[in-house]
């Protein structure tokens, strides 16, 4: 079996944009429209404002996660993994990564949005600890919209 290796990424490179398209496209199939219209750009994952990390497999990307500041806290963005490598503990060693990353630069949680069609990722993002809070995005008052955080 393959080693997933998961690194920190630069969000505009290219090889990360395709796989940032493709979350798009798993999203768009699932609500519609572009599937995600927050305004987000590269330097909200260059550090100190956030970072952004890719899990690669038989050398390929293979999924991504990153974090940006919001206030004290870091705000989880474009957590995606491709279908062929879900099921295999990628997506938590994301999440973990993700945790580690934001602790050590100061923040005190974890924030995110998700959708009520994203069962998969409501289920992970609960059994890793985190509980529903306020809505706080861009996405704050729309139907569907869920938001969780963890304390770090």
């Known amino acids: 079996m393959s080693e997933i290796k998961i690194r920190l990424a630069d969000f ?4 990360v944009q395709l796989l940032v398209v493709e979350n798009m496209r798993d999203l768009s199939a699932r609500y519609g429209g572009t599937g995600d219209d927050t305004p987000i750009t590269g330097a909200d994952f260059t550090p100190p404002a956030g970072a952004f990390f890719v899990a690669e497999l038989d050398g390929g990307l293979v999924a991504s996660a ?3 500041r919001h206030g004290p806290d870091a705000e989880l963005k474009r957590m995606f993994t491709l279908a062929p490598a879900r099921g295999r503990g990628v997506a938590r060693r994301m999440l973990a990564t993700i945790e580690e990353s934001a602790r050590a630069a100061g923040c005190t949680r974890v924030i995110l949005e998700t959708g009520d069609r994203q069962p ?3 289920a992970l993002y609960e059994s890793a600890g985190y509980v529903r809070i306020d809505d706080f995005g861009f996405y ?5 919209v869920l938001s969780y955080a963890k304390l770090l």
């Open 140 to 144: 704050a008052g729309h139907e569907g």
């Open 120 to 122: 998969e990722a409501i």
């Open 12 to 15: 505009d490179d290219p090889a």
């Open 66 to 68: 990153g974090w940006r």
